[in-house]
């Protein structure tokens, strides 16, 4: 990997801060995915996805996985994925109060919706279940 830079809008003083977790990072962990890369664990895959995208300026959650047969598949994508909050708990789109200032709803905090930015980015990751058994056996 190329010499770590700060990006320009990283405010100055959490520069040495950023630099000393980038620099304690395995290094194989501050590469971009491989494609046909190989994991045991989806954590293994994820830790080093964390790292890397940390090192780049971006964090990653987990948006999909399942298993079928034998196979375990995830799908990893930038924390600003998506164009809308996902609200699976079917919560009040806003906050209502009623005349004591008592919240009446489900929803407790508004403005939810700051991280969904769209973005594109993705990595699907699959995991063979004998590898995965074979390395708990071990």
Not at 5 to 24: C, F, S, T
Not at 72 to 85: E, L, N, P, Q
Request: aromatic content about 6%; proline content about 6%; glycine content about 6%.
């Amino acid at each position: 990997m190329a010499q770590w830079a700060p990006h320009p809008k990283l405010h100055e003083e959490d520069v040495p801060i950023i630099q000393k977790l980038v620099n304690a990072t395995p290094p194989a962990n501050l590469e971009p995915p491989a494609h046909h890369e190989e994991f045991i664990t989806d954590a293994e895959a994820y830790k080093c996805l964390l790292d890397d995208s940390f090192s780049q300026g971006f964090a990653v959650v987990k948006t999909n996985g399942g298993k079928v047969g034998g196979i375990i598949r995830r799908t990893f994508s930038c924390s600003h994925h998506g164009r809308a909050t996902q609200n699976n708990r079917k919560l009040a789109p806003h906050v209502l109060r009623d005349e004591e200032g008592k919240i009446t709803t489900d929803r407790t905090r508004e403005r939810t919706n700051l991280n969904a930015r769209g973005c594109k980015w993705h990595c699907s990751v699959a995991l063979r279940t004998s590898l995965i058994d074979s390395e708990v056996q071990r």
